[in-house]
T-cell receptor, first 114, second 109 residues
Framework: IAGITQAPTSQILAAGRRMTLRCTQDMRHNAMYWYRQDLGLGLRLIHYSNTAGTTGKGEVPDGYSVSRANTDDFPLTLASAVPSQTSVYFC?????????????FGPGTRLTVL | GQNIDQPTEMTATEGAIVQINCTYQTSGFNGLFWYQQHAGEAPTFLSYNVLDGLEEKGRFSSFLSRSKGYSYLLLKELQMKDSASYLCAVRDSNYQLIWGAGTKLIIKP
């Protein structure tokens, strides 16, 4: 089934631990994104990738890193988790970065950092 | 700074019409999107406006006025399944989407 998958669905993590959130899409989209969604706030862009091999910083990149080794995968890593990183994380993809291309979202990962 | 404003919550009756407004102030404009998000789920695309005017798609329509920094989403013949949050997002000069906090729409029978 075409779309975006994320793993894990949810995770409770001790502060200071390293964590990688996985994201895979099979639509051959060039652009991919990581957002966090917190209550009362809009989705905020963490990092994005215009195409395989390139990444860029979004609005709230501190404490997060990404890589884009191929078209399909776009993992997000928290090097040393802190409680303020408790959030719902959505991965998304679109054909291109620009234009009217809609972004398709994965189901999300609910992360709690204690 | 960049800002997207939407009402936090709205209530409407099944079968009625509701208009959800969105005003924006962004560095550049490269299109405006509306997404629907049911509780606990991912956002899904509803509409895209880049030119002034009304875009109609079934029961949903979206309007844009670039000079006023204003858009609205119009939902007709409301159904209970339309209970969700509606997110307004603007693509800025860097082609990044700036998102509003969303409008929670409650439909009453």
């Amino acid at each position: 089934i075409a779309g975006i998958t994320q793993a894990p669905t949810s995770q409770i993590l001790a502060a200071g631990r390293r964590m990688t959130l996985r994201c895979t899409q099979d639509m051959r989209h060039n652009a991919m994104y990581w957002y966090r969604q917190d209550l009362g706030l809009g989705l905020r862009l963490i990092h994005y990738s215009n195409t395989a091999g390139t990444t860029g910083k979004g609005e709230v990149p501190d404490g997060y890193s990404v890589s884009r080794a191929n078209t399909d995968d776009f993992p997000l890593t928290l090097a040393s988790a802190v409680p303020s990183q408790t959030s719902v994380y959505f991965c998304a993809s679109s054909v291109r970065l620009a234009g009217g291309d809609e972004q398709f979202f994965g189901p999300g990962t609910r992360l709690t950092v204690l | 700074g960049q800002n997207i404003d939407q009402p936090t919550e709205m209530t409407a009756t099944e079968g009625a019409i509701v208009q959800i407004n969105c005003t924006y102030q962004t560095s550049g404009f490269n299109g405006l999107f509306w997404y629907q998000q049911h509780a606990g789920e991912a956002p899904t695309f509803l509409s895209y406006n880049v030119l002034d005017g009304l875009e109609e798609k079934g029961r949903f329509s979206s309007f844009l006025s670039r000079s006023k920094g204003y858009s609205y989403l119009l939902l007709k013949e409301l159904q209970m399944k339309d209970s969700a949050s509606y997110l307004c997002a603007v693509r800025d000069s860097n082609y990044q989407l700036i998102w509003g906090a969303g409008t929670k729409l409650i439909i009453k029978p």
